[in-house]
């Protein structure tokens, strides 16, 4: 039989991969999980991925059940999978958290805590997720940022592995879920005054100070606002009294938010009504809900027609720190 016009595909060769330095190493890790410490000698001869992550980066967190599965299949094949978990906002930076999500999350692999950003550093990486992965003679030879590419990336551990099979086959549930791309209409959003953008209160935003926020007339899309006496920090807006709320006009299926609080309940409306079917996986139909760890929480997924939208969160109670919203 002779070749398609396309070629045989299944014995066709790869093209070469690049050479793009050599894997820094992990020396400058602050600790470590599932795994005593890692020198590049004794992981010289295996393959190896490199996961930046953070545990409250839903970017990163859509991909998680990709790396996961990868680490699984191909543990006995040469692969050795260390993810780094580099902190971006102050509580990641707390063992204990990053062990619980560890342990909620399902990881199983070597996690590299890198609190100071020294392996971060080293690999000149600026970015959550980054995937770097490593031939057997401890070069890089294939990198991603971000989202996505992942049968590309897996052809790639293939490649260096010398194996060819099947690509996994996830199912992502909860916020592992992919995003819904083509409704996707809001951005990501910083509730602190470092990073953030359109704030829609009446006269403006105060920082460093505890003041009084109102309601504007309407809030236009992507723009929140603040009702309340909260302190707008660099990092977070932190609510001073009970009853605060936040609004946010959003056009997206999905709405997290990631927050810090000790047992503090709170309420999610949609329109200004419960959001009944399209709740998000840390609220039922009613909205209610309860902020017990710092995390990233899953306050909205709608099932039907995706519009603009006012998206309303109330808190029962005061000392909530409220950092950034994303939407998928």
């Known amino acids: 039989m002779g070749l398609s016009l396309f070629g045989d595909r299944r014995h066709a060769q790869p093209p070469p991969l690049p050479f793009e330095g050599h894997l820094p190493g992990f020396d400058r890790a602050t600790g470590w999980l599932n795994s005593p410490p890692f020198t590049n000698n004794e992981l010289r001869g295996t393959v190896v991925l490199v996961d930046f992550w953070t545990y409250t980066c839903i970017n990163w967190l859509r991909t998680l059940a990709y790396v996961r599965a990868w680490a699984e299949k191909y543990k006995d094949r040469g692969l050795v999978t ?26 199983a692999y070597p ?55 099947d690509m996994v086959r996830v199912e992502p549930e909860g916020l592992e879920a992919q995003a819904d791309w083509a409704n996707l209409m809001s951005p990501e959003s910083y509730l602190g005054y470092e990073q953030g953008r359109n704030f829609g209160s009446p006269g403006g935003a105060g920082f460093d100070e505890a003041r009084t926020y109102a309601a504007p007339d309407s809030l236009m899309l992507n723009r929140w606002a603040l009702l309340g006496n909260w302190t707008i920090a660099s990092g977070a807006s932190v609510l001073n009294e009970a009853g605060g709320r936040i609004l946010f006009r959003f056009h997206a299926r999905d709405v997290n938010l990631v927050l810090r609080g000790d ?39 709608q099932s039907g027609a995706i519009v603009d939208r006012t998206f309303e969160i109330s808190f029962g109670a005061a000392g909530v720190e409220a950092y950034v919203f994303t939407f998928g």
């Open 263 to 301: 047992s503090v309940p709170f309420r999610v409306l949609v329109d200004g009504q419960p959001p009944g079917d399209g709740h998000g996986g840390d609220v039922d139909e009613q909205g209610r809900g309860t902020v017990r760890e710092p995390r990233l929480y899953q306050l909205v997924r």
């Open 82 to 107: 260390v993810g780094v978990h580099t902190p971006e906002f102050p509580f990641e930076r707390d063992v204990e958290n990053v062990e619980h999500a560890v342990e909620a999350m399902r990881i």
């Open 111 to 165: 996690v590299a805590i890198d609190s100071d950003y020294g392996v971060w550093r080293d690999f000149g990486n600026h970015y959550w997720p980054a995937i770097y992965v490593a031939d057997r003679e401890g070069r890089i030879r294939y990198h991603h940022f971000g989202e996505g590419e992942y049968e590309e990336t897996e052809r790639v551990v293939q490649q260096l592995l010398g194996v060819e099979d």
